[in-house]
């Protein structure tokens, strides 16, 4: 079974991952509010199941995964089946573009960063949210990932790895949050400046 595969036969349990986890998922979103526009022409890159999408008030979004798409389409985002390294649009189409927990599971992280690049306007924000690998929750991660059937096939990055391919696609004044530092389930966490404690790291980028 290949990973789209599993996304779309699992795309029910995937989404419900969120009803059950809202502390942590509230602390996701804390970062990405940070540094998401909320305003402009945004576009989702692996959008899932639509969740931070419909929260970000992202316009557009792509997914290989024809059933997690159909669950985005229902929460309102215009979604559209294709892959992060060949995107379905025209050149300097959006004013910003989104990619949460998908840098994992790219088939081409450099191809997939240049169209990226492709499809933002010049000083167009690209936004990473990722696992980092080079925290403890990432570590974890990594450790048990052949116990979950999202991330069995999924290779974890570490943030410099991640910086160092935005730099080469061109994108620079970087700026980095991370949450989930102590990953309790108890409140929502303020996310902090920086990577390498937080499990979860958001990253902004700007296209030179």
Known sequence: MNK????????????????????????????????VPYTGYGLEIG??????????AI???????????????????????????NLPFLSETFDFAVMITTVCFLDDIQ??????????????????????KGSPLGQKYQQ??????????AHFHSVREITEYLGNMGFG????????????????????HGYGEGGFVVIKAVLQ
Not at 6 to 23: A, G, K
Not at 47 to 56: D, Q, S
Not at 173 to 192: F, G, H, I, N, R
Request: hydrophobic fraction near 35%; include cysteine; aromatic fraction near 12%.
């Open 144 to 153: 048990n990932k052949e116990d979950n059937p999202f991330y069995r096939d």
């Open 111 to 132: 191809q997939a960063f240049r169209e990226t690049a492709r499809v933002l306007k010049k000083n167009g924000k690209f936004i990473i949210g990722m696992i980092d």
């Open 173 to 192: 004044d970087l700026e980095y949050w991370q949450t989930l530092v102590t990953a309790s389930e108890k409140e929502p966490e303020e996310p902090q």
């Open 47 to 56: 959008i899932g199941t639509g969740r931070f999408a419909e929260k970000c």
């Open 59 to 85: 316009n557009r979004g792509i997914d290989p995964s024809e059933n997690m798409a159909r669950i985005a389409e229902q929460r309102g985002t215009k979604t559209f089946l294709a892959k992060a390294e």
């Open 4 to 35: 789209v595969e599993v996304f779309d036969q699992n795309s029910q349990e995937y989404d419900q991952w969120f009803d059950s986890h809202p502390v942590w998922f509230q602390s996701e979103l804390n970062a990405l509010d940070k540094v």
